[in-house]
C-alpha cells in the first residue's frame, strides 16, 4: 500500500499501490502536491475533477481498462468505483536535492512533451495507455518493493529517476499521440463519411474503396471510425442504405427488389437479410407497418374535418361569416 519512500531526489516517490476494488468505493475529494497517475489494468472506474475556472464546475470520466489519468498538484478530484476493478497508482513530487550527473528534470523540460506536463499550467490528462505506460508502472512498482529497506540510497534513488522519466516521458507521448489523432482523425473520418453519403447506392463501395479513396492506412482508418461513430464502416454503410431504403418503401412505389438495388445491395437475399437485421423486420413488414400508419393519420385526419365542420354548422349566420 501507499508509503513514503524517499525524501531527496528529483523525483520523489510519495506513494504508490496496486489494488484490486471488489464493490463501491468512494473517496473524498482531495487534493495534494503529488503529481497522481492512476492506471486501469482491468475494470473500470470513474474519476471527478473539479474544473478551476468561473463555473466551478464538475468534470466525470469513466476510465475504462488500459486508461489512465495524470493529475497534475494541487487538482481537487476524487475516485469512485463501482464494480471489480484494478487500479495500479503512482504519486511523485519534485525534490532538488539529489546529487546526480544528470539533472532529470532539466532533461524533460527540454522535450516540449514532457515539458508540458511539468508546467504550472498542467491539470490533468485522461488518456488510452499501451503496454510500455503499464510495464514501467509495474517496474516502478517493483523497484519500490524491492528496496523498501533502502530506498534512500543513491543506486534505489537513481533507478527510480530513470523509471520515472521514462515514464513520464511514455505519459506525454501517449497524450500527443491521442490528440494528434483527434485532430487529423476527424478530418479522415468526415472524408468518409461524406464519400459513403455521396456513393451508398454503389454495390462495389466497401472499406477498401475508402482506404484507395483516402490514401490511409486500411486497419488505422477503422480504428479511426469505429473510435469517432461507435460503428465499424460496414455497419456505417449499411445503416446508411438501410435508412434510404425505409424513405423509398415508405413514400415510393418502387418493388422491394428495386429498393435494394437502388439503395446499393448487390442481391435480394443480402438486402432482406441486412434490412432485417437493422430494422427490425424485413422490407415487406415494414412498408405495410407504414402503409397501415398512413391510413390511421389519414383516418384520423378525417375525423378531425368531420369535427370542425360539425363545429362549424352550429355557428351562427354571423359567426359563420367571419370565419
Not at 486501469?40 to 473539479?50: L, Q, W
Not at 518493493?145 to 520515472?164: C, G, H, P
Not at 479513396?213 to 456505417?236: A, C, D, G, H, P
Amino acid at each position: 500500500m501507499g508509503m513514503e519512500l524517499a525524501k531527496s531526489s528529483h523525483f520523489v516517490i510519495d506513494g504508490f499501490y496496486n489494488k484490486t476494488f471488489y464493490d463501491f468505493y468512494q473517496t473524498k475529494y482531495n487534493m495534494h502536491a503529488a503529481f497522481e497517475i492512476m492506471y486501469i489494468a482491468s475494470g473500470s472506474s470513474e474519476v471527478r475533477m473539479m474544473v478551476r475556472d468561473e463555473t466551478q464546475r464538475e468534470q466525470r470520466y469513466l476510465l475504462t481498462k488500459d486508461m489512465f489519468i495524470l493529475i497534475g498538484p494541487n487538482q481537487i478530484h476524487q475516485l469512485l468505483t463501482h464494480d471489480k476493478c484494478r487500479i495500479m497508482h503512482i504519486e511523485f513530487v519534485y525534490s532538488g536535492e539529489f546529487n546526480s550527473s544528470l539533472n532529470f528534470l532539466q532533461l524533460l523540460r527540454r522535450n516540449r512533451a514532457t515539458a508540458e506536463l511539468l508546467s504550472d499550467k498542467f491539470t490533468y490528462a485522461v488518456c488510452r495507455g499501451d503496454y510500455r505506460v503499464l510495464n514501467i508502472i509495474k517496474a516502478i512498482h517493483q523497484e519500490c518493493d524491492n528496496n523498501a529497506a533502502s530506498v534512500n540510497s543513491e543506486e534505489s534513488l537513481f533507478n527510480l529517476q530513470i523509471l520515472l522519466a521514462d515514464l513520464l516521458t511514455n505519459v506525454a507521448k501517449c497524450i500527443h499521440d491521442e490528440k494528434k489523432e483527434q485532430k487529423f482523425g476527424s478530418v479522415y473520418v468526415n472524408r468518409a463519411i461524406e464519400y459513403i453519403h455521396h456513393n451508398y447506392q454503389n454495390s462495389e463501395l466497401s472499406v477498401d474503396t475508402l482506404v484507395s479513396y483516402l490514401n490511409i492506412n486500411r486497419t488505422y482508418l477503422q480504428k479511426l471510425f469505429k473510435s469517432k461513430t461507435r460503428k465499424t464502416i460496414v455497419e456505417y454503410i449499411n445503416c446508411v442504405r438501410v435508412n434510404h431504403a425505409k424513405t423509398l418503401l415508405k413514400t415510393g412505389v418502387m418493388s422491394v427488389i428495386d429498393i435494394g438495388f437502388e439503395v446499393g445491395f448487390n442481391n435480394r437475399q443480402n438486402f432482406y437479410v441486412t434490412f432485417k437485421k437493422y430494422a427490425g423486420q424485413s422490407p415487406n413488414e415494414y412498408r405495410q407497418q407504414m402503409a397501415h400508419r398512413e391510413v390511421e393519420i389519414f383516418n384520423a385526419n378525417r375525423v378531425n374535418q368531420v369535427i370542425d365542420d360539425s363545429n362549424i354548422q352550429q355557428l351562427t349566420e354571423t359567426e359563420r361569416k367571419n370565419i
